[in-house]
């Protein structure tokens, strides 16, 4: 089906028992590497950044194409045995659906033929390739066998869609429009990524077509919590209900805090947390058409944002440490997740969540080498003084000495220049978002300086 669930091909495949294979002797290799979402916002930003347009290919029965390496042999098909010899069977040149070395081999064949033809693979992102020609520049992100690829001069997306229909069986869809589920549309000001039509289906799904929208996700202050008195709810709805809201915040960052927080209590879920998950849905109601906006010719600069509250947790006082980073002010990461350890201090839970944000920055440092864009000082923004004090001072005192090691590499990357921490006000510090419920009027200001619109 397309992005708005017509049929638009049916289909049918042969598939190999691969329950039945055995590791060292019909496959060795089965990891094959995937583009993660947060590579996918990065390809999308840099094209707003450059201002080029990314367009979509499917490679046909792709992992048709993948050639093994090993020994494999199949049984004839049924119903389409040979007379002849009914007991004879197949060894296999190339793979079939439901081999384990499948996803393995494709990526292998595919890298194989674009590093032919002069393509240059990503050091840290195996799935990124770009070729440099003339001083123009071809981008191309795999992800299985759906390929998006764009170019500062559209003649080399002529050329590699050329040359990947004389090697395999394509299907050209034109401009990228909708990818690994996010919609996407382009325009000559910018890109917009939304599910809007995700939420209508999950509306309809859990039956909150016609229920009345709320204006927030959660009102503070936070009163969720075990509640072991409570009543239980069905364990598999609700369940049910955390996994499609998980799935949407690839493109809606206003309610990873509020979804992670629910997804706490799915072992045992009760009346009130069912009811903080439904008014997660009502807020989708209101606002179906909300999504990411990346500007056209905007900047390219990297920059972090951390945060973390203080004990939030009432199960175990575990604070929740929350991160976003932005390229040129595109929002491209985010993070809303509780700390593996129980913080004694204010100072020391945002410093905890510093060494997170670090640790993202530094990934997108290295996948950024990629787009020859390198990066030293990258700033992260952070709103407590103690924890820039902790970070910058190589002693180690009595109220810090306790802390993991762990966290202290962020000291090494300082003095190393890879990031520098700054201060920034509370109310400006957007990665707050990630860490509490907030009011209507604060919550609008960050979803909005977050680069969200609602494109109706």
């Known amino acids: 089906m397309d992005e708005v669930g017509t049929v638009i091909r049916n289909k049918a495949r042969l598939v190999a028992q691969g329950y039945r294979q055995e590791e060292g002797i019909d496959y060795d290799e089965t990891f094959a590497p995937v583009a993660r979402l ?13 201002n080029f347009r990314v367009f979509q290919m499917d490679v046909k029965s792709a992992f048709l194409n993948g050639e093994l390496a090993e020994e494999v042999y199949v049984k004839q098909p049924p119903g389409f045995e040979d007379s002849a010899h009914p007991y004879h069977v197949f060894r296999l040149d190339k793979a079939l659906y439901g ?16 590093l032919s033809n002069r393509y240059t693979r990503g050091k840290i992102d195996n799935t990124f390739f770009l070729k440099k020609t003339n001083g123009n520049i071809i981008l191309v992100q795999i992800y299985v066998d759906d390929i998006i690829f764009g ?11 050329s040359l990947m229909k004389s090697k395999y069986e394509m299907s050209m869809m034109g401009e990228l429009t909708f990818f ?42 936070l009163k969720i919590h075990a509640d072991s008195t409570g009543k239980s709810v069905d364990i598999t709805n609700y ?56 500007p056209k010719d905007s900047g390219f600069d990297l920059i972090g944002y951390s945060d973390s509250d203080f004990a939030g947790s009432k199960v175990d006082r575990k604070s929740t440490t929350g991160s976003c980073q932005l390229l040129g002010g595109n929002l491209v990461s985010w ?9 004694t201090s204010t100072a020391e839970a945002e410093y905890v969540a510093a060494g997170s944000c670090c640790a993202q920055i530094l990934w997108m440092k290295n996948q950024l080498q990629d787009y020859a864009k390198i990066y030293s000082h990258v700033p992260i923004l952070c709103d407590n003084s103690s924890a820039i004090a902790i970070a910058n001072n ?20 300082i003095s190393k220049g890879d990031i520098e921490l700054h201060f920034i006000p509370t109310d400006l510090q957007l990665a707050d978002l990630f860490t509490k419920p907030l009011d209507e009027a604060r919550f609008n200001f960050l979803v909005g300086s977050l680069g969200m619109l609602n494109l109706s």
Not at 38 to 50: C, M, P, S, T, V
Not at 192 to 209: A, G, P, S, V
Not at 278 to 290: E, H, P, Q, V
Not at 335 to 343: L, P, T
């Open 239 to 294: 369940r049910g209900m955390i996994g499609s809201l998980l799935y949407l915040t690839a493109s809606r960052p206003d309610i990873m805090y509020a979804t992670c927080l629910c997804a706490r209590y799915q072992a045992n879920p009760k009346e009130s947390h069912l009811a903080a998950v439904k008014r997660i849905f009502r807020y989708l109601k209101g606002t179906m058409n909300l999504g990411l906006w990346y």
């Open 180 to 221: 690994l589920g996010l919609q996407i549309k382009q325009s000559s000001e910018g890109i917009f990524i939304c599910q809007n039509k995700y939420i209508r289906d999950l509306l309809k799904k859990f039956d909150f077509e016609n229920c009345s929208p709320m204006k927030t996700l959660m009102a503070p202050p």
């Open 38 to 50: 947060e590579a996918i916002r990065i390809f999308l930003a840099h094209a707003a950044h450059k």
């Open 394 to 413: 190589p002693v180690l005192h009595s109220r810090s000495k306790h802390i993991d090691i762990r966290y202290h590499f962020i000291r090494d990357h």
């Open 335 to 343: 993070s809303s997740k509780k700390q593996n350890s129980v913080s």
């Open 151 to 161: 170019a500062t001069d559209e003649n080399l997306c002529q050329e590699f869609a």
């Open 99 to 114: 081999l384990k070395q499948a996803p393995r081999a494709w990526y292998d064949t595919l890298s194989d033929f674009l």
